[in-house]
């Protein structure tokens, strides 16, 4: 089993930051891509980021230039770095990973709880 546990979520201001985190434990061979979802309430969940393996990387056009991602493989991790906010950046953010466990050769998606980010105006 596998779980990945979401931190850093909470109330800002336009304008300012957040750190989301992301790590995941458990009966893990390795990790492929690794993302990050955000659902606000009437709409559907959408990518905000994602993260190859290779390091490479896909944004929502909506948060290009103010959000980054990067892997934190110390802890099977993810982050995601969100400057710039807007209260448009309102919603649940998920974690989702991409894991191959021990016994397996296809990976399995798993997602987080998800955390929630509130953006004032």
């Known amino acids: 089993q596998v779980q990945l546990v979401e931190s850093g979520g909470g109330l800002v201001q336009a304008g300012g930051s957040l750190r989301l985190s992301c790590a995941a434990s458990?009966?893990?061979?390795?990790?492929?891509?690794m993302g990050w979802y955000r659902q606000s309430p009437g709409k559907q969940r959408e990518l905000v980021a994602a993260?190859?393996?290779?390091?490479?990387?896909d944004f929502a056009e909506s948060v290009k230039g103010r959000f980054t991602i990067s892997r934190e493989n110390a802890k099977n991790g993810v982050a995601l770095q969100m400057n710039s906010l807007k209260p448009g950046d309102t919603a649940v953010y998920y974690c989702?990973?991409?894991?191959?466990?021990?016994?397996?050769?296809?990976?399995?998606?798993?997602w987080g709880q998800g955390t929630q980010v509130t953006v004032s105006s």
């Open positions: 458990g009966n893990i061979r390795s990790i492929n891509d």
């Open positions: 993260i190859r393996s290779d390091g490479s990387t």
């Open positions: 989702n990973a991409l894991v191959v466990v021990w016994g397996r050769v296809q990976s399995t998606p798993y």
